[in-house]
T-cell receptor, first 114, second 110 residues
Framework: GAVVSQHPSWVICKSGTSVKIECRSL??????MFWYRQFPKQSLMLMAT?????????EQGVEKDKFLINHASLTLSTLTVTSAHPEDSSFYIC??????????FGPGTRLLVL | EDQVTQSPEALRLQEGESSSLNCSYT??????LFWYRQDPGKGPEFLFT???AGEEKEKERLKATLTKKESFLHITAPKPEDSATYLC???????????FGAGTRLAVHP
């Protein structure tokens, strides 16, 4: 199956700082990548859809100025959590859409904001 | 509005005790139904995609089936390593977005 990586796997930061999370498709090109967040014992909640070379499309209720998404190439998308606060602490997961019409997920990034 | 409901919320099985997980869905136009496995602290792992009623797919002890209103994930003679949360999702037609159910937490005890 296709492989998607995320970096870092976990990060701890102080309130008010910004954090960047990278998502890479390692062995395929992905024109579309997705960003999710997941709270403990809950399912995945889609935050935004990222298309290479264009602006991301955000789901209702997701602040686009707080969660900056860049999809600069067919293998890399980044999510930047700006001015992070404790309520932003969560598990962030990306996925990449293949030409076979399947989404493959990264291993996730656990963010803790103190 | 597209919706995915999974049951049961949690399931405890003895090793070797077969069972089924249910995923019922309402969607205007089904483009695909997906099953994923998620271990604690990890991203979902792709299992199956089903596209049309009557379709079945198998992988080791798992078998997924699809009808017009629901999908089942059958687990035959499960082992402790099958313990995980199993997620069902449908594709929102035209946008490749997945709508996930809440998942079924499966625990298989020796």
């Amino acid at each position: 199956g296709a492989v998607v990586s995320q970096h870092p796997s976990w990060v701890i930061c102080k309130s008010g700082t910004s954090v960047k999370i990278e998502c890479r498709s390692l062995d395929f090109q992905a024109t579309t990548m997705f960003w999710y967040r997941q709270f403990p014992k809950q399912s995945l909640m889609l935050m935004a859809t990222s298309n290479e070379g264009s602006k991301a499309t955000y789901e209702q209720g997701v602040e686009k100025d707080k969660f900056l998404i860049n999809h600069a190439s067919l293998t890399l998308s980044t999510l930047t959590v700006t001015s992070a606060h404790p309520e932003d602490s969560s598990f962030y997961i990306c996925s990449a859409h293949t030409v076979q019409e399947t989404q493959y997920f990264g291993p996730g990034t656990r963010l803790l904001v103190l | 509005e597209d919706q995915v409901t999974q049951s049961p919320e949690a399931l405890r099985l003895q090793e070797g005790e077969s069972s089924s997980l249910n995923c019922s869905y309402t969607v205007s136009g089904l483009r695909g139904l997906f099953w994923y496995r998620q271990d604690p602290g990890k991203g979902p792992e792709f299992l199956f995609t089903l596209y049309s009623a009557g379709e079945e797919k198998e992988k080791e002890r798992l078998k997924a089936t699809l009808t017009k209103k629901e999908s089942f994930l059958h687990i035959t003679a499960p082992k402790p390593e099958d313990s995980a949360t199993y997620l069902c999702a449908v594709e929102d037609g035209g946008y490749n977005k997945l709508i996930f159910g809440a998942g079924t937490r499966l625990a298989v005890h020796p």
